[in-house]
Structures are given as C-alpha cells and as structure tokens.
C-alpha cells in the first residue's frame, strides 16, 4: 500500500529520495510515467516531471497533473521533494501542491546537513560558501539569484510565507508547534525553516506533528525521511525488532531462554568461530543475513546471537583458539563483536522496516553504532539499572529506536522487558 508520494522535479533527485526513505525500510518505486497499478508491498511512489528547466506555467501544470494521479492513490504524506541548491520551477510547482491539496501548509525545510548544504537566519550556505557564489549561482538553465531562502519561493508563489529561525528551533519541540499552529491559523501558506544539524529536521517533524495540522514537506529528502520515521512509529507500522546478543554470561543464557518461553521470537545461531576464521567470516556473514531475510517476510521478532544457550552448547575456549591462532583474547572478542555488528548492519540495511534494534553488550553496541556511520546514542529513558533506551544520532539510521544491554547487567525478564520497548510501545515526542 502507498504511504508516501513523492513529486521531484527530475529523476535523479527522485531517485535520491527514494534511496534515503530506503534506509528507514520502506519500498521505493521512482518513476516518470504514470503506472496503472502499484504493487501492494510499494510504500513509496516518487513521481519526477522533469521540469527543472521548462517554462513555470508548464512545470505547474506537469505538478498539479502528478498530484491528481498521486491522490488516486491515497497516500498518507505528500513531498514536494526539491534541488539541495533552491534551483528550478520551486515556488511554481508549490502552487500546484496549494491548489490540489487545500488546506494544507508547505512546510519546506531545504537544509540537507550531511551534504553540507544549511540554512542559517534564512541563508544557505553550500559547504560554507553563499549559495550564489556556487554552481548554483552560475547554473547555465536555472541560475539561483539570491541567497536567501525566502526571497527565492517568494517569485512566483501564490501564498503568504513566513520564515522560522535557528533561534526558535533550538527552543525545542513544544514551542516549535505552538509557532507553526499559530502561523497556520492566521493563514500563512508556506513555513521555511533554518537548520544546520540533523537534529534540527527531527525537531521540527516532531513539532508539525504536535501541532496537528495538515501539511506536505517542501525539502531535497532528509527532512521526509525523518517525517516518513515519525508517521511509521505513530501509526505502530514499525513493528520488526532485531536483536543482537554476543555474551556468554550465564544471566544472558537465563534472559534468552525466558525470552523464548514467552515470546514469539525466531533465532538465528551465529557460529563465533566462524567469524573468527578468516576463510569462513564473510561467508558466514551473508549466510546469516540471507537466513535473515527469508525469517523477516513472516516475523517480526529476530534475536542473531552467539550465546551458547541451548543444552548442549558449549562456550568457546579463548584460551586455546588464542593459542591456535596465535592472536590476543582481546583480538578475538573484537572479530567476534565486529561480525555481529556486520551482520546487524546488513539486515538493517535489507527492505525490511524496523521498530529498533537491540544490543547485549558493549563491544557489539560501539562496533554496530560505527558500521551505521552514528555520531551516537541520543539517551531518553533508563529502562533499568545499566539498561538504556534512546535513538541513533546521525548516519544512515539517524533516530532509529536502540535499548543497550551489558552481559552481566539485569534478571532473567530484563530482556524481554527490553523487547516490549521496542516493539509495542509508542515513544511520545
């Protein structure tokens, strides 16, 4: 089913947008002719007109036609997604999204951060220079004449516009959408906001989400991505967990067997030794994530472990294999952490979505936290003693949901505490 339509203004940034709301789990489909009909398991149409370089009336009207088709489709958001450097038909094309789509405000946040294009006090900045003194500036087709956000959409828009600064940003959430409500009440049609970090695109998806309106994101991708996270985790749509546990101490091997007592949870046994040996690593890796994928299409909940749990299971002697190998203890525990967190990375990166994710142990949370390219772990909540819930800051899993465990941390039902976190429990903002 469709959540998401997307309407680009030509193919590539259609297809970068559909790349990014990718990494969140969702299925992408990026095309430039009308399909008649969308398979079910598409989450997100992306439509380009190809009008960056035609004439505005034209660009309006090659707009408002993939509106009309994208609302056939019924979808749960609307993108306008536009150039990273303010280039194209923009305000034009917003028109079209005005006149198919009334009542609802633009809410164009034009910032990507981690392509070091920002917007400071209205400005944008391209990898810290004026946006005219780059190629934008000199594009041969669309030149950008201005620097200033508001005064580009200003050309040609058939609406108020209201620009929001860093200043009220950094206010937070709360205050954020008390603005945004305030400005949709006295009618203004279009809201562009500043932002520098990532972090400022998740607050102000939190705040339109708090202030309740109808809205459709103006913005090259991440700040649709982030609204695309939001709309999935208030509709309960994320549902997938994965989990990824390494220790071997014996309150972990209690955790999981508790854990598969009263869960429906599915497992899949990860050879340590094998991700120790390098000759059988990758190999083991990519047969782990296939197994992966195939659980995935029927299950919600995966625990990938190389805890000896079962009867019968014996843990590995470092001593010896250290020996064997001739490599310190410490080196083994870091191919063994390093392969898990491969392997959490791989199965997050499938097209599966996730509610969050699940670590058990520290080497295996740092290793999985560096492979997603995180700054970090944005902490909001102790769930017990040594027991932390929060979101991935930056990378390509910024905000997704995380609870960190140690091995020896908690009682037989903390993991599964951990468990209904993440899956059934909706995060207010």
Known sequence: MVKFAIIADDLTGSNATCSLLKKVGLNALSMIDFAEEVNEDIDVVSYSTLSRAVHPEEAYQCVKEALKYMKSLNPMFYSKRIDSTMRGNISYEINAFFEELPGYMG?????????????????????????????????????????????????????????????????????????????????????????????????????????????????????????????????????????????????????????????????????????????????????????????????????????????????????????????TIDEISILISSGLGEIGKEILNSKHSFAGVYTSGGDITVELVKLLNSAGITIREELEPLVAYGRLTGGAFDDLRIVTKGGMVGDAKTMEVCLNKLSTEVEEN
């Open 107 to 327: 809410i164009c946040v034009p910032a990507f951060p981690s392509s070091k294009r920002i917007v400071i006090n209205g400005t944008m900045l391209v990898e810290g220079s004026l946006l005219t003194n780059t190629d934008a500036g000199r594009d041969p087709k669309m030149p950008v004449s201005s620097d200033n956000v508001e005064e580009i959409l200003k050309d040609g828009l058939n609406g108020n516009i209201k620009s929001i600064n860093l200043s009220d940003i950094e206010k937070g959430a709360t205050h954020l959408s008390q603005l945004i409500k305030k400005y949709y009440d006295e009618g203004i049609s279009l809201l562009v906001f500043d932002a520098v970090l990532d972090s400022h695109l998740e607050i102000i998806g939190k705040a339109v989400f708090e202030s309740h309106i109808k809205f459709f994101s103006v913005d090259p991708g991440p700040f649709s991505m982030h609204i695309a996270r939001s709309i999935l985790d208030k509709e309960n749509l994320l549902s997938k967990v994965l989990m990824i546990c390494g220790s071997v101490t014996d309150i972990t091997i209690k955790q999981i067997r508790d854990l598969l007592n009263n869960q429906d949870v599915k497992v899949i046994k990860v050879s340590a030794k094998n991700l120790i040996d390098e000759d059988k690593r990758d190999l083991e890796i990519k047969s782990v994530t296939s197994k992966a994928d195939l659980i995935l299409e029927d299950n919600n909940l995966l625990l990938v472990t190389t805890t000896p749990f079962e009867e019968g299971d014996k843990r590995l002697d470092l001593v010896e294999i250290s020996k064997e190998r001739n490599i």
